[in-house]
């Protein structure tokens, strides 16, 4: 299959890797951002739309739904496809979602804007995973994943200050704009600049295609160590600004402080992270980080009115180990699934990623209420409890997958073409 005309060709040759890295950060950084402008807008949206917790849950729950359900059906045609054309007619209709989530005027305009912007970016950060997956050999894995992971600061960094700023003097629908115009450059960028990135193409018809990536004992294995990672970090995450706001006392100018500090603290820790996964056995690394972060999750469901400092240096700690658990992890998993189905897998693996944290979303918000005396949000402190039982299962189901796939942990042995 051909490249699509409307996008030319990049002559492939040798993939510059460095390149290729840096055009897919730049894509996850816009997707990652949309993502997130959802969270420190909570307060505001709830309020201009008089919407309660529920129903603000379901903004940022239809995102990930409708980007499981599109990205599951990708998968039987994923490894068919080149991974260039696919992830550049994808982000283009991220772009144009994006800009019709800023041009929302009631909640169901928005909700429908955000299903679309959740079909294409979600399906989109699949195809970054697999690209990734298919030029990075294995003991450059989790450096590589650091790379691209290193969007989710950057985007607190440089975005969310900006997007708040915005918000506070434009209203709600500027940081879609800026979102949206930054995702159009970066479209330009990467139509000309993009490579091609050799496809190991299926051989299987698709439905055999998509039973052999089902079926696989060690994708089941990926599957479910993939989901239970991302279902505990969206338990917590969508209520954190909030409850740093009516909990804690955080003002918009300090919840912003709080991504700007937790941004800066887990870009120089990703890479870190990302080159201790390629040192160590990542199983290690992922206990590790693991351990932190539910510390941490337990202590910040829980706070109340704090010193400025304090709740900083928490929020920091929750960001930098959040982000910390995804190198060693999503490297095992990369590690674990044969070539041939790497695209299709990562399609259907990004699906069921995006589907358990719409549902951790939504059970999160089933167990927050607001306190209509005092304006807190009840309820907080039972979702890191919850929380901290799945990041625990992090833990365990890695080793289930190492205990099947023994080459996916390790950093030595390169990954054979057969399970």
């Known amino acids: 299959m051909s490249e699509s005309p409307k996008f030319p060709l990049v002559p492939p040759a040798a993939v510059n890797e460095r390149l290729l890295l840096f055009i897919l950060a730049a894509i996850q950084f816009t997707h990652i951002l949309d993502f997130m402008i959802m969270m420190p807008l909570g307060e505001s949206l709830m309020r201009i739309f008089e919407i309660t917790p529920l129903k603000y849950s379901f903004l940022t729950a239809i995102y990930s739904i409708a980007a ?13 496809i080149p991974r260039r054309s696919v992830l550049l007619w994808l982000y283009a209709g991220f772009a144009i979602s994006t800009i019709a989530c800023a041009m929302a005027e009631t909640y169901l305009w928005l909700l429908c804007a955000r299903t679309m912007a959740g079909i294409c970016g979600g399906v989109a950060s699949s195809v970054v995973g697999a690209m990734v997956a298919d030029v990075v050999p294995p003991h450059r894995r989790g450096r590589a994943m650091a790379v691209v992971a290193t969007a989710f600061p950057l985007a607190q960094v440089m975005g969310l200050p900006a997007g708040l700023g915005l918000a506070s003097k434009f209203g709600w629908h500027a940081p879609f704009y800026l979102l949206g115009f930054v995702s159009l450059i970066v479209l330009v960028v990467a139509v000309r600049a993009l490579p091609s990135v050799p496809l190991v193409r ?52 300090q ?38 972060t539910v510390v941490t999750v337990l202590i910040i469901t829980r706070l109340g009115p704090s010193p400025l400092w304090i709740s900083l240096v928490l929020t920091s700690l929750f960001f930098v180990t959040m982000s ?32 358990c944290g719409g549902m951790a979303n939504i059970v999160a918000g089933l167990m927050i209420t607001e306190d209509i005396a005092t304006g807190r949000l009840v309820g907080y402190q039972n979702v890191g409890l919850l929380a901290a039982g799945f990041f625990v299962m992090t833990v365990f189901l890695a080793a289930w997958l190492r205990a099947g796939a023994p080459h996916a942990a390790r950093n030595s042995s390169p990954m054979p073409s057969g399970h």
């Not at 499981?68 to 068919?80: E, K, P, Y």
């Not at 299926?202 to 004992?217: D, E, R, V, Y």
């Not at 995804?326 to 995006?354: C, E, I, K, T």
């Open 202 to 253: 299926a051989t299987m018809s698709p439905l055999n295609q998509m039973k052999g990536i089902l079926t696989h004992p060690i994708h089941i294995r990926g599957f479910i160590l993939s989901g239970v990672l991302l279902f505990a970090g969206a338990l917590v995450a969508p209520f954190m600004a909030p409850s740093m706001q009516k909990n804690v006392g955080f003002s918009e100018m």
């Open 324 to 355: 910390g658990r995804f190198a060693p992890a999503m490297s095992m998993v990369a590690n674990a699934v044969d070539a041939q189905y790497r695209g299709g897998f990562m399609s259907v693996n990004a699906a069921l990623q995006q589907a």
């Open 255 to 292: 919840v912003t402080w709080m991504y700007t500090c937790g941004g800066i603290a887990t870009f120089f820790s990703t890479n870190l992270f990302g080159r201790l996964s390629d040192r160590f056995d990542k199983l290690y690394v992922l206990a590790g980080v693991t351990t932190c």
């Open 68 to 80: 499981s359900i599109v990205g599951f059906l990708a998968g039987f045609v994923m490894d068919r």
